[in-house]
């Protein structure tokens, strides 16, 4: 079960079907993610994060730190 799915969607007082709209996939399929019946994908956990901004260890319950991590700067290879 994913808790903080559905804290940070209600705290934005948005419905499964408008959250199931951002992601491009229906309600039930946003729902099963709410309740864990379905894993979440990496890509769909890392637009959540970002949607949330938030950290993905957030959505997962593996912190309590609710701050996205600063992101890496890419290096150039020539």
Request: glycine fraction near 4%.
């Amino acid at each position: 079960m994913y808790p903080r799915l559905r804290d940070l969607r209600e705290d934005k007082d948005m419905s499964q079907t408008e959250m199931g709209k951002i992601l491009s996939m229906s309600q039930t399929g946003y729902s099963k993610y709410e309740t864990g019946e379905n894993d979440i994908p990496t890509s769909i956990l890392i637009q959540l994060a970002d949607y949330h901004n938030t950290s993905i260890d957030y959505l997962l319950n593996i912190t309590d730190v609710k701050e996205p991590y600063p992101r890496a700067k890419k290096k150039r290879f020539l």
